[in-house]
């Protein structure tokens, strides 16, 4: 962290980057977090993703409760083979 923290303090001389470097100050706290945690967002960001492509799928489904059966069993499969891969336990 203090590598990154060197890094965005220092004078670019390309001003192209000087948004970028502006963003990265303003939000140093929540960086830091990310950096002391483990935690990711990725498995919440992957059952987001397969919601939203089985939603696609199953435009005009004339029954709630068969799509929402449908994301059920979807996701249970993900996550067994997620916890095939990982042995993080990950609370749906």
Known sequence: Y?????????????QEYTPI??????????????????Y?????????????VIKRNAYGMRSFYNFK???????KNLYSRHQKRSRKHVVF
């Open 2 to 14: 203090s590598l990154f923290v060197d890094l965005i303090n220092q004078k670019t001389l390309f």
């Open 21 to 38: 470097f502006t963003t990265f100050r303003k939000y140093q706290e929540e960086i830091k977090n990310t950096f002391k945690t483990s």
């Open 40 to 52: 990711s967002s990725g498995p919440l960001e992957c059952m987001n993703n397969h919601i939203k």
């Open 69 to 75: 059966l449908r994301i059920e069993i979807c996701l």
